[in-house]
Nanobody
Framework: QVQLVESGGGMVQAGASLRLSCTIS????????MGWFRQFPGKEREYVVV????????AHADSVKGRSTISRDNAKNTMYLEMGSLKPEDTAVYFC????????????????????WGQGTQVTISS
């Protein structure tokens, strides 16, 4: 059984940085395509940053491009999302997700392509 556990959410001021963590169990991090998504109230989940299983290719949503990075610690089976220059419009619930059946060198932008999800963590940016 694959499980994803996120941590690191909270409330920060605009302009600050935040790091979210996602630890996977049941599979190794280097065997799945991973993604970070967020969901605004009343809206569909949208991708923030996604990565191929290989880790060689990453896609950033335009809304976070230039101020977001992801990194991996395969030994800890943990993926991190760091975002800087945070804005009130970044306020959302953030989720990490895993695609266990994808192609090794392909990333996936649609939430429908992911078969496991974390519980979500609230990120609130105050102005």
């Amino acid at each position: 059984q694959v499980q994803l556990v996120e941590s690191g959410g909270g409330m920060v001021q605009a302009g600050a940085s935040l790091r979210l963590s996602c630890t996977i169990s049941g599979r190794t991090l280097d065997s799945v395509a991973m993604g970070w998504f967020r969901q605004f109230p009343g809206k569909e989940r949208e991708y923030v940053v996604v990565s191929t299983t290989s880790g060689s290719s990453i896609a950033h949503a335009d809304s976070v491009k230039g101020r977001s990075t992801i990194s991996r610690d395969n030994a800890k089976n943990t993926m991190y999302l760091e975002m800087g220059s945070l804005k009130p419009e970044d306020t959302a619930v953030y989720f990490c997700a895993a695609n266990t059946r994808g192609e090794y060198y392909r990333y996936y932008l649609s939430p429908k392509d992911y078969d496991y999800w974390g519980q979500g963590t609230q990120v609130t940016i105050s102005s």
